[in-house]
């Protein structure tokens, strides 16, 4: 049987169409290059290469043709080689994200993503965008590689969790709303009669959190008026006038008509968002994300300035 050692050394033959400048080139003998001619001819049962004393060394018509195939499967080979030691090294394949919203408007996602693709153009990535709840499901059940989420104060077994971003904490308010008058900080105490909504149903974490927080600060227990999917889905609910909102700095970047945003007085309240993985039985391909993870580190918002990757 034919191997592709003897395909490249008739290669090297065809195109020096000289024994003992193809030895040179290939860093063997002559006579071992002899034999690998001799034994690709045997098996294919044709003769590649006329050998006269008295003329010098040229193709057969069979080798000829032999010549643009042979050189076509080495190309193949050669890729396939490739592509195999890129996949091992994680260097391409596919790699599932799952991310919140937030981490787009923050510039955190597109961000750490791009550089990533920059890196690795050979790797398809695909996004999906999910409530955190969801992506810790996701994660646990091989489904999403990596999710950036807001942290929680425990995560399922053999899940790890990096900080990326934090940012502070404002109030989200229909422009014409009385405490939205004059770009001022808002005191929590004024919020205490105000409906709250809040972008997910779960009370004990989150931005539910955030919201108690406020009050607490406040000294109330916040009304929570509506849980709802999302901070679009809140902003609507905002502007049409049915509530208040404890939001993420980062939100400031959906520019909804009739919302506006307000910091807190005297209160340092901050939010996170993390890059959570699977302790192992990552592929190479996520392997190799986690690692880029690694440069940065904890960023604070906005992102246009501060958030940058730092190398090893």
């Given at each position: 049987?034919?191997?592709?050692?003897?395909?490249?050394?008739?290669?090297?033959?065809?195109?020096?169409?000289?024994?003992?400048?193809?030895?040179?080139?290939?860093?063997?003998?002559?006579?071992a290059l002899s034999r690998?001619?001799?034994?690709?001819?045997?098996a294919l049962g044709v003769r590649l290469l006329a050998r006269n004393k008295r003329s010098p060394i040229h193709l057969t018509e069979a080798g000829a043709s032999f010549l643009a195939e042979a050189r076509t499967a080495i190309a193949q080979m050669e890729k396939a080689e490739m592509t195999a030691r890129q996949a091992a090294r994680g260097e391409c394949g596919?790699?599932?994200?799952?991310?919140?919203a937030s981490a787009t408007y923050s510039g955190l996602l597109p961000l750490v993503v791009s550089d990533y693709h920059r890196d690795h153009p050979e790797v398809s990535i695909s996004l999906t965008e999910m409530e955190t709840s969801r992506q810790l499901e996701a994660l646990t059940e091989n489904r999403i590689d990596v999710g950036f989420l807001r942290p929680r104060p425990?995560?399922?077994?053999?899940?790890?969790?990096?900080?990326?971003?934090?940012?502070?904490?404002?109030?989200?308010?229909?422009?014409?709303?009385?405490?939205?008058?004059?770009?001022r900080k808002i005191q929590p105490v004024r919020l205490a009669d105000e409906a709250f909504i809040v972008p997910q149903s779960d009370d004990r974490v989150g931005f539910s959190e955030h919201t108690i927080d406020v009050g607490r600060r406040g000294g109330f227990v916040p009304h929570f008026a509506y849980h709802?999917?999302?901070?679009?889905?809140?902003?609507?609910?905002?502007?049409?006038?049915?509530?208040?909102?404890?939001?993420?700095?980062?939100?400031?970047?959906?520019?909804?008509?009739?919302v506006v945003y307000r910091p807190l007085a005297a209160v340092s309240l901050?939010?996170?968002?993390?890059?959570?993985?699977r302790?192992?039985?990552?592929?190479?391909?996520?392997?190799?994300?986690?690692?880029?993870?690694?440069?940065?580190?904890?960023?604070?918002?906005?992102?246009?300035?501060?958030?940058?990757?730092?190398?090893d």
């Open positions: 049987m034919m191997d592709m050692r003897q395909i490249r050394c008739f290669i090297e033959v065809a195109d020096c169409l000289h024994f003992g400048r193809a030895a040179e080139q290939l860093g063997i003998a002559q006579s690998h001619i001799q034994m690709l001819e045997s596919r790699i599932e994200i799952g991310y919140v425990e995560y399922p077994a053999g899940i790890v969790v990096r900080p990326l971003l934090r940012e502070p904490v404002l109030i989200a308010l229909r422009a014409d709303h009385p405490l939205a008058r004059g770009g709802v999917r999302d901070f679009i889905t809140v902003l609507n609910l905002v502007a049409i006038g049915l509530g208040v909102s404890v939001v993420p700095a980062s939100l400031q970047s959906v520019r909804l008509p009739g901050f939010t996170e968002i993390v890059a959570a993985t302790r192992g039985g990552n592929g190479p391909v996520a392997r190799l994300f986690i690692d880029h993870l690694r440069r940065y580190g904890q960023l604070d918002w906005p992102t246009a300035a501060p958030l940058s990757r730092t190398d």
